[in-house]
C-alpha cells in the first residue's frame, strides 16, 4: 500500500520541483531584462539623432540649391527687348518686365521648389538690403510695372477728343439709349433706329480719338439687334486698332473686346488671352486694377467653353497667380525682418525665428556677391521633413518625429515623448522630439512587459508540458484500460456471434443426418436454405475480422475497377434480402435515370459489403417492420453518392464520431440487447477512404439516420481493370 502510494506521489512531486525551478529562472531573467530600458533608451535617443541630421541634410540641399539659383540669375544678362505679342509669355518664365529691373526668378522659383518641396518660399536680398524676391505685389514674377503715378501719367498721354467730336459721340449715345423705351421685357430695335444709330457710330469710329467708344458703341448695337458675328468682328477690330488705349476710367479696351468677344462668342480663347495679359503685366494697370480684372477674368471663363489644352492653360496661369499670391503675402511678412537678415548674414549658413512669427524660421546665408538668399520655413515643413527621415517600422508603432522651440513639450496628454535633440547652430531655437501616440503602447513598458510575458510564457509552457505529459500518461492508462475492455467485450461479442451461426449450421444439419426431414422434400430443402443463409452470414462475418486484421498490418489492398454504382446498388440490396429471407424487413430501392450510367473507380466486393455492412446496421437499429431506402444519385462537383437510410429513433450528436471507432458501440445498443461486433461502421470508414471517398452521416433523435458513400465519378479513361492499390 505505501509503495502504491509513493508511486502516485513521485510524479506529481517531480512536476511541482520541474515548475519551481522553471519558475525561479523565469523571475531572474525577467529581473534581468530590466537592463534593456537604459538600451531602449538610448535607441530612441540615436534615433532622434539620425532623423535630426537626415532634417538638416535635406534643409541645407535646398538651401544651397536656393543660392545657386540666385547667384546664377543675379549674374545673368538682362533680356534683350520683347514685342508685346510675346511678353506675356516671357513674364510667365520669370524674366520681369523689362530691362531696367533686378530679375525675381519666378521660372527658377518654381523649378526650385519642384526639385526640393521645402523650398517653396525662397526670398533674396540685393547687396544693399532690399527685398528682391518675392515680389510685394500680385503679379507672375515682377514687382507690379504700374505703379498709380505711371497708370495717371499713361491717362495724360491718350489723345484728346475735340469738342465737335465729343458732340457727336454724345449725340451717337443719345441715340442708342432711346432704341429701347420699353420699361420691361427685351429691347427690339426698329431697322431704322438701329441704322441711324450705326451711321452715327460708324462715322466716328474712323477717328482715332473716338474710335474706341464708337467701336464699343457698334458693337452693343449689334449685340441689341441680335447679330452675334456682326458684334464679334467689331470687337476684334477693336482689339486690332487700339490695343494700348485705356478709357476714361483707366480700363484698357483690349480688355473690354476680349471680355466681349467672349461673351458674344462663348469661347474661352479671348478671356484666356486676356487674363494672360494681365496677369503677366504686359497691360499698364494698377495694381488695384489688375486684381479685379483677374477676378473678373477667371469668373466669365467659368462659364466658358474650354478645350482641353485651354483647361490645362488654364491651371497652368491658376498654379502661377496661386505662387504669386503666396510670394506677395511671403514678401509683406518678410518686411520686419529684411534688415536683420542682410545684417546677420554670412558665408555660412544660420537660422532665426521671424519677428513676430515664432513658428516661422528664416534659414539664410550671404552669396559671394553680397546678396542674401534663403528660405522661409514653417513648422509645418519641418514637420514634413522630419516625417519623411522616420523608418516606416516606427511609424507603424505610432511614433512621429514633431519640431519644438527649445523648452517648449509635446501635448502630454495626448503623447508622450520618447527622445529630444538639439538642430545645432543651423536652427538654434529649435529642437527634434520623438513622440508616440498614448493610444498605442509605450515602447519600453511594451518592451518589459513583452519580454516577461516571453518568459513566464515559455515557463508556463515547460510546466504546461510536464502537466500535460503526466495527465497524458494517466489517460493512456486508462485508454489502455478501456481499449482492454472492448477487446474483451468484443472477444465475448465475436464469440457468440460466430456461436449463433455455427449452432444454426450444425443443428439443421444433424436434423438431416437424422432424417428428420423424412421424405418432406420441403422441409428438406427449407433446411439447406438456413445451413446455407447462415454459412453467408457466417462467412461475412469472418471476412470484417479478416479485413480489420489485414487493415491493421497494412496489408490490404483494393482492386479498383470502373463499375456502374447502379449494378453495385442493386448487387448489395439482392444479397441482403438473399441473406434475411423471411425476416419481413422490406428494402427499397431507388435509382433515377439520370444516375443509372453513373460509374466509379472501386473494388466492387469491397464497396458490397460496405453497403451489406450499412444495411445490416439499417435493419437491426432501424426497427421492426421499418422499410430501409437504399438510392443513388450524381452530386455537384463530379461525385456519387450511394445512400442507405433507415427510420429508427436516429443518432444523438454526441455518438455521431464515435460509432464509426473500432469495437465501439453505443450504450442503446447494449440496453436494446442488438447483436454486432462495433467492427462494421469502422470497416466501412477504412474502405471507403482507402479508395479516395468519404462516408456522411445525417441524423437526429426521432428522425432515423442516413449513411451516405460518396465517390468521385469516373472519368473516361479511367484506369484498366486489376489496377491494385494499397490501402492508405
Not at 544678362?77 to 524674366?95: F, H, I, V
Request: contains cysteine; hydrophobic residues 45%.
Amino acid at each position: 500500500m505505501v509503495r502504491r502510494a509513493l508511486s502516485g506521489v513521485f510524479p506529481v512531486a517531480a512536476v511541482l520541483a520541474s515548475a519551481v525551478g522553471i519558475a525561479y529562472l523565469g523571475t531572474v531573467s525577467y529581473l534581468a531584462d530590466r537592463g534593456m530600458v537604459a538600451a531602449k533608451a538610448e535607441e530612441h535617443a540615436r534615433l532622434a539623432r539620425r532623423v535630426a541630421d537626415a532634417l538638416l541634410g535635406e534643409l541645407r540641399l535646398a538651401l544651397e540649391a536656393a543660392c545657386a539659383a540666385f547667384e546664377a540669375q543675379a549674374t545673368a544678362p538682362d533680356p534683350p527687348p520683347r514685342e508685346a505679342s510675346d511678353r506675356a509669355a516671357g513674364d510667365r518664365a520669370g524674366a520681369g518686365d523689362g530691362g531696367d529691373r533686378e530679375p525675381h526668378a519666378s521660372a527658377p522659383a518654381l523649378a526650385l521648389a519642384a526639385a526640393h518641396p521645402v523650398a517653396h518660399s525662397p526670398f533674396f536680398l540685393e547687396p544693399g538690403g532690399r527685398l528682391l524676391h518675392p515680389p510685394a505685389e500680385l503679379g507672375t514674377g515682377a514687382v507690379d510695372s504700374a505703379p498709380d503715378q505711371e497708370f495717371m501719367a499713361l491717362l495724360s498721354r491718350g489723345p484728346r477728343v475735340s469738342p465737335r467730336r465729343a458732340a457727336q459721340l454724345d449725340a451717337a449715345r443719345r441715340k442708342e439709349i432711346g432704341i429701347c423705351r420699353a420699361e420691361s421685357g427685351p429691347c427690339r430695335p426698329t431697322t431704322r433706329d438701329l441704322w441711324e444709330a450705326r451711321r452715327a457710330y460708324a462715322e466716328l469710329a474712323r477717328h482715332r480719338d473716338t474710335g474706341p467708344e464708337a467701336l464699343l458703341g457698334l458693337a452693343r448695337l449689334e449685340r441689341a439687334a441680335d447679330r452675334p458675328s456682326q458684334a464679334a468682328a467689331t470687337y476684334r477690330e477693336l482689339e486690332r486698332r487700339f490695343p494700348d488705349r485705356v478709357d476714361a476710367e483707366g480700363m484698357p479696351y483690349a480688355l473690354l473686346a476680349a471680355l466681349g468677344l467672349g461673351e458674344v462668342t462663348g469661347e474661352a480663347a479671348p478671356l484666356l488671352s486676356a487674363l494672360e495679359r494681365v496677369a503677366s503685366g504686359e497691360l499698364t494697370l494698377p495694381g488695384a486694377l489688375r486684381r479685379f480684372l483677374i477676378d473678373h477674368l477667371r469668373a466669365g471663363l467659368r462659364s466658358a467653353r474650354m478645350s482641353p489644352a485651354e483647361e490645362q492653360a488654364l491651371a497652368a496661369l491658376d498654379k502661377e497667380l496661386a505662387a504669386a499670391r503666396d510670394a506677395g503675402r511671403l514678401a509683406a511678412r518678410l518686411a520686419d525682418d529684411v534688415i536683420a537678415l542682410a545684417r546677420t548674414a554670412g558665408p555660412e549658413a544660420r537660422g532665426r525665428p521671424a519677428f513676430g512669427a515664432p513658428e516661422r524660421a528664416l534659414v539664410y546665408r550671404r552669396l559671394p556677391g553680397g546678396g542674401v538668399a534663403g528660405l522661409a520655413l514653417e513648422r509645418r515643413d519641418l514637420d514634413q521633413l522630419a516625417d519623411r527621415a522616420m523608418p516606416s517600422r516606427e511609424r507603424e508603432l505610432g511614433v512621429s518625429a514633431v519640431v519644438l522651440p527649445i523648452g517648449e513639450g509635446p501635448d502630454e496628454r495626448a503623447e508622450r515623448t520618447l527622445a529630444s535633440v538639439s538642430l545645432g547652430p543651423l536652427l538654434p531655437h529649435l529642437g527634434l522630439v520623438l513622440v508616440q501616440d498614448r493610444s498605442r503602447p509605450d515602447p519600453v513598458a511594451e518592451m518589459v512587459r513583452e519580454r516577461g510575458r516571453r518568459h513566464l510564457a515559455l515557463t508556463g509552457g515547460l510546466v504546461a508540458v510536464l502537466v500535460l505529459g503526466l495527465v497524458a500518461t494517466i489517460r493512456g492508462a486508462a485508454r489502455e484500460r478501456e481499449l482492454a475492455r472492448l477487446k474483451s467485450d468484443f472477444v465475448s461479442t465475436v464469440s457468440h456471434e460466430l456461436k449463433t451461426p455455427l449452432t444454426s449450421i450444425r443443428m439443421f444439419a444433424e436434423m438431416l443426418q437424422q432424417g428428420v426431414a423424412g421424405e418432406d422434400r420441403e422441409r428438406e430443402r427449407r433446411y439447406h436454405e438456413i445451413i446455407v443463409k447462415e454459412s453467408e452470414r457466417l462467412g461475412l462475418l469472418i471476412a470484417n475480422l479478416l479485413d480489420y486484421a489485414q487493415i491493421e498490418r497494412g496489408t490490404r489492398r483494393y482492386d479498383r475497377q470502373e463499375q456502374r454504382a447502379a449494378a453495385i446498388a442493386r448487387e448489395a440490396v439482392t444479397t441482403f434480402a438473399r441473406l434475411r429471407e423471411g425476416e419481413g424487413q422490406e428494402v427499397e430501392l431507388a435509382v433515377p435515370e439520370a444516375a443509372e450510367q453513373a460509374t466509379v473507380l472501386v473494388d466492387r466486393e469491397v464497396t458490397v459489403q460496405a453497403l451489406l455492412n450499412l444495411l445490416s446496421n439499417a435493419t437491426k437499429y432501424g426497427g421492426s417492420g421499418q422499410p430501409v431506402e437504399v438510392g443513388l444519385a450524381r452530386r455537384a462537383g463530379g461525385q456519387v453518392a450511394l445512400w442507405v437510410r433507415d427510420r429508427g429513433p436516429g443518432i444523438p450528436a454526441s455518438e455521431q464520431e464515435r460509432i464509426f471507432r473500432e469495437f465501439y458501440r453505443s450504450p442503446a445498443a447494449y440496453s436494446a440487447g442488438v447483436e454486432g461486433t462495433g467492427l462494421g461502421l469502422a470497416l466501412v470508414k477504412r474502405h471507403v477512404e482507402a479508395q479516395g471517398g468519404a462516408i456522411e452521416l445525417d441524423s437526429a433523435p426521432g428522425r432515423g439516420a442516413t449513411f451516405t458513400l460518396l465517390f468521385p465519378e469516373a472519368p473516361p479513361e479511367a484506369s484498366a481493370p486489376g489496377d491494385g492499390q494499397a490501402a492508405a
